[in-house]
């Protein structure tokens, strides 16, 4: 099934009087998609997706990162990619006390930072600990399925899918 | 700009023999010099006294990170700056996995270890404190590989850490011991480890989660995506397919693969212990450092029966390199893939620097043969090719169970002194050779380099130009200046610091706009004069150590054997570093800072 939808990005707030929105290839008009892990073995542990997340905001680092790479017990044994699964009942946007979070039509959840108290009931909540927490804003990180990520994964790890 | 520069600028210094820690901003030294290694020498010289013995609480051990860390693509190395316990004089190495950008993330460009601990512990550093901790069940573990397991599972903050630690051949001071970061990329020569062992530091565990606001968005977003491309493409292929281990095939082609400590350049096995056979054979996965897209980590698996049981089996993973693969296959003349790995397992477990260990036990081989010494000394019989009695022998070298194995401890310089044989005992000032016996300019470069190491000027890529143009060595003077214009530039590099293999890919050009993107303000003259700066710097500190380059043992095994550029003449070498010496001299004689004269 193909959902016609025209969708402009998120503006997020950086502070008091700036604002930035993202321009990522997954926005304007086309077909939902969300973000997936073609193959975690793929994985070479170099983080350029995570730094390509931080960077939505521009920033460079891994506070505001949506994604979390890390080895499976030692890199021999590979790498764990958490990345959002855009659940179609998510369990974060359940555990939202103040309807901050609220349902993305595609799967996962949209985050309204005025709304948010900053409770972490969302990480907790998420059994894949795919809600990062940014320590400088006290406030969840939420995959937006941009696929800004997915244009600096060399290996081929990362991919948008349409949602059927 | 100073927002940017301030951000990297806090330094970060520890005592261990008074457990404190506090932090300083040095944005004098981060805004002239950079980062990396370019502040680390201001930093030595600020630290380290002249005549501090090195495996004292006087050294200082000094890591540093610059400007492009974190923030760019295969800025992936931290620098370490310490006292050599192999020569006595500065030294630096450098290692890539996570240290860098976590370093970075936690908020530090330097990190300044002074002192020593009176008992074994390991440190957790974070964005906001240092803890000290006790790692008396730590010391004395078998493997290094074991300590870092313990460590990930002790501490919090999974995929945002560093883990640094030692070996037992750190904490029981061989000379050329290493440091193991994420159990498989280290700081690997001039004996960090055994410093690191000096002052009872088994590990240093560090986390960063920070995130820094760009000074413009837009502009580094341009920069950052023509790097990534240029990185993913053909610059860096050769490193991501066959990984370094792709050199072995050509250079014991061109006969250059040094063979049974340096007598041949070609070896007849070469094809077992070549980067395609290691890769259809044993490579089970390849990993990379943060920032990094190229992955060179290449990670082989052993698959192995245990003798007393059939059927059952366990899987060992081993990294290997070029450097791994001359030193402790070619080297020690053995043509068995797994045998070597096996060997290559060894020197990983016990936290050993493996050009080192391979070229002392080369020595070691040849000494026995020619009857220098008898398997009285060496315990195991030595013999090219019988990888088993290596494997051994490493673990003699670390427990030292006599006095040569506590001679071998020490270097091969020194084991040589004692038992002979110093003719074909390999090293420059202490430091045992990488594996090239290209031509007369690496051996040059080995030898008027700051760290005596193939990384100060890759002077192979010049022989091997020279090679395959057919073309001939320049005159000493010419050939001196080039290797200084080549050690020169890579200061700048190791200032900002990249990992060496984007040295093709990080133009002047590209790196003066990259440096203007994060709102630096230095265009491509001052970059030259500031490589000149540091690398005058650092070569004038080592002087003032004591160094006298014109008193540099060329081994006799180098001018005997032939490179693919003809037989190496002493006479050219020493031409080389007379006009080296004067340089150095010149610049002491027309500038001597203050802070030289302690």
Known sequence: MKIETVRKAPLYKISNTRYFRISAPNYGVGYLKRLVVVDANR?????????????????????????????????????????????????????????ALTLRSGGGVTLNPNKCIGCGFCASACDIGAVMWDQESMKPVICTHCGFCVSFCPHGVLALEEVA | MVDWIKSLSRVLYVDLTRKLFWVEEREDLFSKWLGGIGVAVQLYKEEVSRHADPLSPENTIIFSIGPFTGVFPMASKVVAVFKSPLNGFIAESHAGGRAAAVMRFAGYGSIVIKGASDRPIYLVIDEEKVRFRDAGALWGMRSSETVGKVLREALPAAGYRTIMRIGRAGERLVRYANVTVETYRHFGRMGLGAVFGSKKLKALVVIGRKGFKLPDVRTYREVYKEIYELTKGVATKKYHDLGTAANVSPLNAIRALPTRNFSSGSFEGAKNISGENLAEK???????????????????????????????????????????????????????????????????????????????????????????????????????????????????????????????????????????????????????????????????????????????????????????????????????????????????????????????????QLVEKALKALGYTIDSAKLTELAQAIYLEKHAIKFLEGFDPEKTRIPKRITETPTPLGHITENYLKAIIAYYAKLIKEYISRSTPPEFSQ
């Open chain 2, 282 to 508: 044993h490579l089970s996965r390849r990993v990379a450092c943060l920032a990094c897209p190229v992955a060179c980590i290449h990670l082989a698996a052993i698959r192995e029966e245990y003798e007393d049981e059939k059927y059952f089996y366990k899987t060992e993973n081993v990294p290997y390199d070029y450097e791994l693969i001359y030193s402790l296959g070619s080297n020690l003349g053995i043509d068995d893939s797994y045998g070597l790995l096996k060997v290559i397992k060894s020197v990983e477990d016990a936290g050993l620097d493996a050009i080192s260990t391979g070229v002392v036990l080369a020595w070691a081989t040849e000494a026995l043969e020619r009857g220098l010494i008898s398997p009285k000394e060496t315990i195991v019989v030595l013999k090219w090719g019988d990888w088993r009695s290596y494997v051994k022998a490493v673990d003699y070298i670390v427990k030292q169970p006599n006095e040569f194995y506590r001679s071998l401890a020490l270097g091969v310089e020194h084991a040589a002194s004692k038992y002979g044989g110093l003719d074909f005992a390999l090293d420059y000032n202490k430091v045992e050779p990488a594996g090239y016996h290209t031509g007369p300019l690496f051996h040059a470069s080995l030898a008027i380099g700051a760290r005596h190491s193939h990384l100060d000027a890759g002077a192979y890529s010049m022989d091997e130009k020279l090679v395959s143009s057919g073309g001939t060595p320049p005159p000493p003077e010419e050939a001196a200046r080039l290797i200084i214009e080549e050690e020169s530039w890579r200061q700048v590099l190791n200032s900002l610091v990249l990992c060496l293999f984007a040295r093709g890919v990080y133009s002047k």
């Open chain 1, 43 to 99: 994985c070479v542990g170099c983080n350029l997706c995570v730094y390509a997340c931080t960077n939505r905001f521009g920033f460079v680092g891994v506070s505001k990162s949506a994604i979390a790479v890390r080895s499976a017990g030692g890199v021999e044994r590979g790498f764990t990619v958490v990345v959002c699964r855009a659940c179609e009942d998510p369990p974060c946007a359940r555990a939202c006390p103040v309807e």
